[in-house]
């Protein structure tokens, strides 16, 4: 049932009187609770809302499709769902009626609902119930707002899969509820509902009749042999006040009256004498507010009686006289306090039987709020002296008593003291009889006329209507709201639930100040108020439980399999809760571990402990930790566990030893534990490091810990030590790994190694992976971190030395591999951008491109002079000869600017220029001085190749230098015959050769030719190669052909393949005393090979400690594709991952004797370099 009330047609009269019920598969049920004169309807009977609509009398009021006038009707809703007492049920309801559906809605601002101590309460209840007249079932929409410890939660009106009216709360509005000082509980459920099915009342009164002398059973519990108690206002009309939903009396009387059942001797009551005689059970429950305190004893509430000598049962309110400590009754020795109180009867042989009074505590009645009063009777089974007498106020058991139902016993009470309290005094007879007693027969519940049910007074009552004669009045003055009286004993439960509803509170609650997993969200259920215990003295408490069996990891190998905690806190609107209870099951590397969750040493935070020097855990195979007792708890800042331990154990062998032998140091491995911080007799093996649950202890003199894990099935106890060991070696000669290019002769070390062991203990034994790090500053000046690649020991060190033993004897045979890594020289080759384009610059690495470059150079000029010294224009270039006529280059590039580069490329063509036209200068140094130059000077990637060889993309020209070779690819002539129609006469391709470009000394000049054995013998050759072009290299040996400076021209336009060639079009070689005779090609010789040849300057690198001759252009890249795939990358992306990170190094001349040496160029992962031309020497290792 969703809900149910009552609704008055009044201005029909009072007789329109009915009952409603909303279901939602039944939809609206109407009970005529009332049947006016002239209509011919059974009483209670059953109407769908289309029936009811359609009756001529309601249709009178209800019309469809018009507002309803609300002076018209009265009703009430009733909300099982919520705790809608008669005070806080909803009057306020609306009706709504069209040709299509009728609706039932209510609204209210008001606050309702308040838990017993205030924890919650709602308000803003907006409902409409509505029903299709085509349909049979009935819907519920709307919300009401929950106020949960001051915060307001919505909630929203539906229908449970049984049926009944729930709220819930939406979960896509997520709300968090404070709980101090532990963390947040996010709220995933909040749903109000009923709780289980109530049962129906034997009698029900909601005082709906606004007008009129009859108070009308709405119980619908009824049949024709048991008919309705009705009740009739037997005072005049003034002793009562009609309310809405209520009724107000004074010195009134509403007692049960009817004519049928009395003519037939039967008691009015005869409906609910014959229920309870069945089930020797009863509830009285009520909805009362009394008008004052301190009403004469006793002021009846409800009775059901015979007479004042004869009650049944009599709920009653007043100030009574009770015996102090049951002290002498004629002392005067009594004390007052306002009480409800109970009479029953339960046999036949009592009357106001003293000890079958039950009353509630002292001082329990109240005007200003309704209260909800409830008896319960059940009798017990024989031999049973539980309570079975309780009485109820606002949900909560107030008192309870043992009565005895028990037949067979007899105890009396007497009313000696009439004019006083009827139930003031006592006197057991039984142990004391009297002679002469005069007791008449006393009756059990008899099914007699004279039994009435009565509200408000005594069943005799002198001024009611016909001033019948009466024995005493005992009026009670306030108003009724509800009386209902059931033929069976309510549960704690049911009267609990209909004073206050079943709140259901599910929520993630997150433990702010506790580490992980307890900061992860628990499932939790929020209990508000949960109903006392009285009988065991339990207190109502807000009380909130965690319970899941979700394995969370705490550290690797530990985790929590199952977490049970519960807090409690006092009752109210802002609680402050604390911890009760909890325990949180574990695993430990596969052991179990239960702990007992305590409060911890600060608010809002847990500890766990584990039993007391019992827990034994195993390390697989390993060994096993005996007598351990654990604990837990957050660390101050309540982010990281702290795990400490208690055993008497000292030491632990790892693995343990088998066979019996002795403990040998050379092969066994041992851990000694650290003492306990505070019990020093004990020791403290486990606790939490980095994350991880370790074993503590000392090994070779220092702290070490072990972290155990499992790996296939496999127990590994593996830690790490890091030692700091001074030592001093001389290591070298060092070569580049797998050449006979040496690094270094030798180095000289005197440093510390950090060297780091990993053990690993298994049930196999010991192992230990070893490795060192240590500082150099290299040549540079740059401090350097190598590291000793990883070893193995099999055997457990004695002495740290003999760790660094072993790591000195790795480093000795894995030296080159080591140091050629990271060695630098004191200036190697790196890269910077300038105007986003590469720059490749010689320093050492922290120095600028721009800085200072000076270089020694053997003599240059054929007579020392002044005129020797040259200085470029802008003063970059600065040649300074020295006494022994070697000379001094000193390279100062510009400050950076915009144009910098272009700067330095200007001021070194002068330069170059005023030492070529140096008529001292012996012919063909220059070049010796332009590859000094090249190797020091900051240069655009893309102009490398101009610095070292001229080249002159313009003009297709390059420079070429001894120690290059040429590759001729020849074509001749092929002549075809003209018959033959489908073929061309042209040139095609005959032959390669190879010609090694050589220089030799012609007195003071350094000249090149084309052949090193030919320049020996210099053969006399007349072949005119200006005009009809080389053969050879024979034919280069021409006079006047041999010169210190050769350059290559490429034509603007070469030949076609077809055809007679033109000189002009062949690729021509140039020689001149001067650069600058070549560039002006005055004083010229110039020659071609002949035919239409194709003529490549190559020169040497070195890749993989092989020479290779690559064109005069090749870049690192062309080079590595013929190793490696190179993936299409655009210019200024990296080249490392495609080529496998190269090792490349690139010559470096110095001195008089221009001694080379090689220099590392560093491609960084940052480096811009992709397209790096290579020039003569450089040295490529993969």
Request: proline share 6%.
């Amino acid at each position: 049932m969703l809900a149910d009330g009552f609704i008055t047609l009044l201005s029909l009269g009072s007789e329109y009187y009915f009952k409603y019920e909303i279901d939602a598969q039944t939809g609206f049920q109407i009970y005529w609770i009332t049947i006016p004169e002239g209509l011919d309807k059974e009483r209670y009977s059953k109407q769908t809302i289309s029936e009811f609509l359609a009756e001529s009398s309601v249709a009178q009021i209800l019309k469809p499709g018009e507002t309803i006038d609300k002076s018209l009707y009265q009703g009430s809703l009733i909300l099982p769902g919520l705790p809608a007492s008669p005070f806080d049920a909803f009057y306020n309801i609306e009706l709504t009626y069209d040709s299509d559906s009728f609706t039932l809605g209510v609204q209210s601002t008001d606050s309702f609902g308040f838990s017993p101590e205030g924890s919650t309460h709602f308000k803003d209840l907006n409902l409409s119930f509505t029903q299709q007249l085509n349909s049979e079932t009935a819907t519920v929409s709307g919300t009401v707002t929950a106020v949960l410890f001051g915060q307001d939660i919505v909630l929203e009106a539906g229908v449970s899969d049984g049926s009944e009216l729930i709220f819930n709360y939406n979960p896509n509005n997520p709300q968090e509820i404070p709980i101090q000082p532990w963390g947040n509980l996010e709220l995933t459920t909040f749903t109000v509902k009923p709780g289980s099915n109530p049962l129906q009342p034997q009698v029900l009164y909601w005082f709906g009749e606004k007008s009129g002398e009859w108070v009308y059973d709405c119980s619908l519990r009824n049949s024709e042999d048991a008919p309705a108690i009705d009740l009739r206002i037997q005072t005049e009309p003034e002793t009562v006040e009609w309310g809405l939903g209520s009724i107000a009396v004074k010195d009134g009387l509403i007692e049960s009256e009817n004519a049928t059942l009395e003519a037939a001797n039967l008691s009015s009551a005869s409906k609910l004498i014959k229920a309870c005689q069945q089930t020797n059970e009863i509830t009285i429950a009520t909805w009362i507010k009394p008008s004052q305190t301190g009403q004469k004893y006793p002021a009846i509430v409800v009775t059901l009686s015979e007479d004042p000598q004869n009650p049944y049962v009599t709920l009653a309110q007043g100030d009574s006289e009770w015996l102090k400590d049951y002290g002498n009754r004629w002392s005067g020795d009594w004390y007052h306090h306002d009480e409800y109180s109970v009479l029953l009867r339960t046999n036949t042989n009592d009357r106001n039987r003293y000890w079958q009074i039950l009353t509630t505590s002292p001082e329990t009645v109240t005007t200003e709020e309704l209260t909800y009063v409830v008896y319960t009777f059940s009798q017990n089974n024989l031999g049973d002296e539980s309570d079975n007498a309780k009485v109820y106020l606002n949900g909560q058991l107030d008192n309870s008593k043992w009565i005895n139902s028990d037949d067979e016993e007899r105890h009396f009470w007497r009313n000696w003291n009439q004019r006083g309290n009827r139930w003031q005094s006592r006197n057991d007879e039984e142990d004391y009889p009297r002679e002469n007693r005069g007791d008449e027969e006393l009756h059990p519940w008899t099914n007699d006329p004279a039994v009435k049910l009565a509200l408000a007074n005594d069943v005799l009552f002198l001024q009611r209507r016909g001033n019948l004669p009466r024995n005493q009045d005992f009026p009670w003055e306030g108003q009724l709201y509800e009386v209902a009286i059931y033929d069976s004993a309510l549960t704690p439960e049911a009267i609990y639930q209909r004073y206050y509803p079943t709140i259901e509170i599910l929520g993630n609650l997150t433990l702010t100040n506790m580490p992980s997993p307890l900061d992860q969200p628990l499932t939790a259920e929020l209990t508000l108020e949960s109903m006392p215990d009285v009988e065991h003295y339990s207190e109502s408490k807000l009380n909130l439980k965690v319970d899941t069996s979700e394995i969370r990891e705490v550290t690797p190998e530990f985790d929590f399999t199952k977490i049970a905690l519960e807090w409690q806190s006092e009752p109210g609107s802002s609680p402050s809760w604390y911890f009760k209870w909890g325990q949180v099951d574990s695993t430990l590397w596969k052991t179990s571990i239960p702990f007992t969750a305590v409060q911890g040493d600060a608010p809002g935070k847990l500890a766990l402990n584990s039993p007391e020097l019992d827990l034994p855990i195993g390390l697989g195979q390993i060994n096993t930790l005996e007598g351990l007792s654990l604990f837990l708890k957050p660390d101050s800042t309540g982010e990281i566990w702290q795990m400490s331990s208690i055993t008497s154990v000292s030491e632990l062998v790892l693995p343990q030893l088998r066979d019996y032998r002795p403990f040998d140091w050379t092969v066994d491995f041992k851990l000694l534990f650290a003492r306990h911080d505070q019990q020093r007799s004990q020791f403290d093996p486990l606790g939490i490091d980095d994350g991880k649950v370790v074993i503590k202890g000392n090994w070779l003199g220092e702290n070490l810990v072990l972290h155990g894990w499992w790996r296939n099935e496999q127990f590994v106890l593996e830690g790490q030590r890091n030692l700091s060991l001074p030592f001093e070696v001389t290591l070298g000669p060092i070569f580049e790994p797998g050449t006979s290019q040496k690094i270094i002769d030798q180095v000289a070390i005197a440093s510390v190694m950090n060297a780091t062991v990993i053990l690993e203990l298994t049930e196999l034994g010991f192992l230990a992976k070893v490795s060192g790090t240590f500082d150099w500053t290299d040549q540079a000046g740059t401090v350097n971190t190598f590291t000793v690649p990883e070893f193995t020991l099999v055997r457990p060190p004695l002495t740290p030395n003999h760790i660094l033993e072993a790591i000195l004897e790795r480093l000795n045979s894995q030296v080159d591999v080591i140091f050629a890594e990271q060695f630098r020289h004191q200036a190697d080759y790196y890269f910077t951008v300038v105007e986003e384009k590469p720059v490749i610059y010689l320093g050492n690495g922290n120095d600028p491109a721009t800085i200072t470059q000076t270089t020694t150079l053997p003599q240059l000029f054929n007579t020392a002079a002044d005129s020797n010294n040259i200085s470029s224009t802008a003063g970059i270039f600065t040649l300074t000869e020295n006494v022994d006529q070697s000379c001094t280059l000193t390279i100062t590039p510009p400050e950076s600017s915009d144009n910098w580069l272009d700067q330095l490329k200007t001021d070194y063509d002068n330069f170059i220029a005023q030492l070529d036209t140096n008529s001292n200068l012996i012919a063909g140094t220059l070049t010796l001085v332009k590859t000094r130059i090249a190797e020091r000077m900051p240069l655009l990637v893309e102009e490398i190749l101009y610095y070292y060889y001229g080249l002159d993309t313009v003009n297709g020209s390059v420079d070429l230098q001894a120690g290059m070779r040429l590759r001729v690819d020849y074509q001749n002539y092929q002549f075809v015959h003209p018959a033959q129609s489908t073929a061309n006469s042209g040139f095609v391709g005959s032959g390669t050769s190879y010609y090694s470009l050589n220089s030799y000394r012609d007195s003071t000049n350094l000249m090149i030719n084309f052949d090193g054995f030919l320049s020996q013998i210099q053969p006399y050759v007349t072949t005119d190669i200006a005009t009809v072009g080389a053969g050879s290299s024979l034919d280069t040996f021409k006079v006047g052909y041999q010169k210190p400076y050769l350059r290559l021209v490429y034509p603007s336009l070469a030949a076609p393949s077809a055809g007679s060639l033109d000189p002009g079009q062949a690729a021509t070689i140039m020689g001149a005393a001067t650069v600058t005779d070549l560039d002006k090609k005055t004083n010229v010789a110039s020659f071609y090979f002949r035919g239409r040849a194709t003529v490549i300057p190559e020169i040497t690198v070195v890749l993989q400690e092989q020479p290779v001759f690559v064109p005069v252009g090749t870049t690192l890249r062309q080079l590595m594709e013929q190793r490696v795939s190179i993936p299409s990358v655009s210019l200024g992306e990296s080249l490392l991952n495609s080529t496998g990170k190269p090792r490349l190094s690139r010559l470096l001349h110095e001195g008089v004797s221009n001694e080379p040496s090689y220099r590392f160029i560093y491609l960084d992962e940052d480096s811009p370099v992709l397209d790096l031309p290579l020039v003569k020497g450089d040295r490529i290792v993969l």
